[in-house]
């Protein structure tokens, strides 16, 4: 049972910078596609990047050339940095992971297909 725990979050003006960061308990944390997902009041949750064991990464159109999503092994540490920050990106932000084995494309935005999520942590942009 892998437990995910997120921080890093925050309310900043529009256009400043946050990082997030996702703390796994596993040890074998190399062997899981990782992934960050958010949700707005009101809306349904949205994936936002992921990042398998070779470092290999994929974003929604929304947020590509602003976020970056990592990952240290070593340390079972996922990462998100965002920069140039919009209001439409206040959400609850939640990182998960699901074996790579259990999991046809690392690649997948979709929620349904990660197992283990932390608890969320706030972004709030003001404009």
């Known amino acids: 049972q892998v437990q995910l725990v997120e921080s890093g979050g925050g309310s900043v003006q529009s256009g400043a910078s946050l990082t997030l960061s996702c703390a796994a308990s596993e040890s074998t944390y190399s062997s899981y596609c990782l992934g960050w997902f958010r949700q707005a009041p009101g809306q349904e949750r949205e994936g936002v990047a992921t990042i398998d064991n070779d470092g290999y990464t994929h974003y929604a159109d929304s947020v590509k050339g602003r976020f970056t999503i990592s990952r240290d092994n070593a340390e079972n540490t996922l990462y998100l940095q965002m920069n140039s920050l919009r209001p439409e990106d206040t959400a609850m932000y939640y990182c998960?992971?699901?074996?790579?084995?259990?999991?046809?494309?690392?690649?997948?935005?979709?929620?349904?297909?990660?197992?283990?999520w932390g608890q969320g942590t706030q972004v709030t942009v003001s404009s």
């Open positions: 998960a992971a699901v074996d790579l084995e259990w999991i046809a494309y690392c690649g997948s935005l979709v929620g349904n297909e990660y197992k283990y």
